[in-house]
């Protein structure tokens, strides 16, 4: 089982910056591919960025690409997702995800473990 809790979420101005964190409040990252997703009110959720666990390249959706950024601390068991120049349509729900595979998927529906999300908003 993997248990993920988000944070870092809030209110920001456009071109602002605000870095997300994803620690795992049970089990480890280890054995896991790990995302991050987004959902905006009335829309699907979509695909942000994967996490690799190995050092491996990281992918982006092409919105944020440029923008965003992943990290990870593994002494933390922790995950960060960093978002530069924000813009009001980067305005979410952020979600990290977990999935019993070593290969990150773009598809949320490939993921076993979701945090409770944590808001972004963007103002203009």
């Known amino acids: 089982q993997l248990r993920l809790v988000e944070s870092g979420g809030g209110l920001v101005q456009a071109g602002g910056s605000l870095r997300l964190s994803c620690a795992a409040s049970q089990g480890t990252f280890r054995r896991y591919a790990l995302a991050w997703f987004r959902q905006a009110p009335g829309k699907e959720r979509e695909f942000v960025a994967t996490i690799t666990w190995s050092g491996g390249s990281n992918s982006f959706s092409e919105s944020v690409k440029g923008r965003f950024t992943t990290s990870r601390d593994n002494a933390k068991n922790t995950v960060y997702l960093q978002m530069n120049n924000l813009k009001p349509e980067d305005t979410a729900v952020y979600y990290c995800?977990?999935?019993?595979?070593?290969?990150?998927?773009?598809?949320?529906?490939?993921?076993?473990?979701w945090g409770q999300g944590t808001q972004v908003t963007v103002s203009s």
């Open positions: 995800a977990g999935r019993r595979n070593i290969d990150a998927s773009f598809l949320s529906r490939d993921y076993d473990f």
